[in-house]
């Protein structure tokens, strides 16, 4: 086969263009610090970097979600809290009211403080966080109870959260555990028998309030171990996060090292490829004629 010259520059330019774009692709790793800058590139890390990055999405919505479960149970929480101090009060009152030296006039004065906390019971059960109410299920938009002061939960069902793949927390606490059971009609049994002046009674008063009190200290109980076991859930997603993190850099970030040795070593094979080409090009037939 016969070489001509156009063969030996078309050779020569190819090849040169190769080299640019090696070294085009070498540059851009090194500044971009990553192994591909289009999928085109390498179709097999791309795939491999979007699942990571799906798998890191979805860890970042669970601790979203996560937070979301802190709230509300941190909130519950702090309502539970107060409602067992409320009704330990109202027992410590039951008490002191039962005591056969107290006369009418002390027990209505007794009365009026029982009334009050009471009203403080009603705004526990009724407590709202950004808008929701916390005591009444998963019908959030409506108070537990209502404008007549009756505790009436609308919903018992609880509000479940997804935390984990595969995994959902209850995130409050079944109100008719907290307040049902005839608590708030205690309180009004207890408030009438102060009224009545009625001692036997205001005795009788101290086991149901006492009652009450136990029921909102199981269910704070159960509340702690949901959010000991959120605290494991956390702990997990955020392993989860650091290997998801550490895989996906492994797969997409390049060797520095590597990459710039590549692009030195790429770099002097483009200058020697440049000298070799001018020294082949440059005989031509006006060379010839001088």
């Not at 002390?106 to 709202?128: C, F, G, P, W, Y």
């Not at 998963?138 to 595969?166: H, K, N, Q, R, Y």
């Not at 006492?210 to 199981?218: A, F, P, S, T």
Request: no cysteine.
């Amino acid at each position: 086969m016969r070489i001509t010259q156009g063969m030996l520059s078309n050779n020569m330019l190819r090849n040169l263009t190769s080299s640019y774009s090696k070294m085009d692709t070498l540059m851009d790793q090194v500044s971009t610090g990553k192994k591909i800058n289009r999928p085109s590139d390498d179709p097999v890390i791309a795939m491999k970097g979007m699942g990571y990055r799906t798998e890191l999405k979805q860890i970042e919505q669970y601790k979203r979600n996560t937070s979301e479960v802190h709230n509300w149970m941190d909130n519950t929480d702090s309502a539970l809290d107060k409602a067992t101090q409320t009704m330990q009060k109202l027992r410590e009152l039951a008490v002191q009211a039962s005591n056969d030296t107290y006369d009418a006039s002390e027990r209505e004065n007794i009365m009026n403080e029982v009334t009050q906390l009471k009203e403080h019971m009603m705004d526990i059960a009724n407590t709202s966080v950004n808008g929701k109410y916390i005591f009444n299920g998963t019908d959030t938009e409506t108070p537990p109870v209502d404008e007549d002061g009756e505790f009436d939960p609308s919903s018992t069902s609880p509000v479940l959260i997804d935390v984990a793949g595969g995994t959902k927390l209850q995130a409050n606490v079944n109100p008719e555990d907290v307040f049902g059971n005839d608590l708030f009609a205690n309180i009004d049994s207890f408030i009438a028998d102060l009224e009545s002046n009625d001692q036997e009674a205001i005795e009788g008063n101290i086991s149901s309030l006492q009652g009450g009190i136990d029921n909102i200290i199981n269910a704070r109980a159960d509340l702690g171990a949901r959010m000991n076991r959120l605290e494991l859930v956390e702990n997990r997603l955020s392993e989860q996060e650091i290997v998801a993190t550490q895989t996906m850099a492994e797969n997409e970030d390049v060797d520095y090292e590597k990459a710039i040795t590549e692009l030195i070593t790429q770099e002097s094979l483009h200058r020697a490829a440049l000298s070799a080409g001018s020294k082949i090009i440059q005989p031509s037939l006006i060379d010839f004629l001088r």
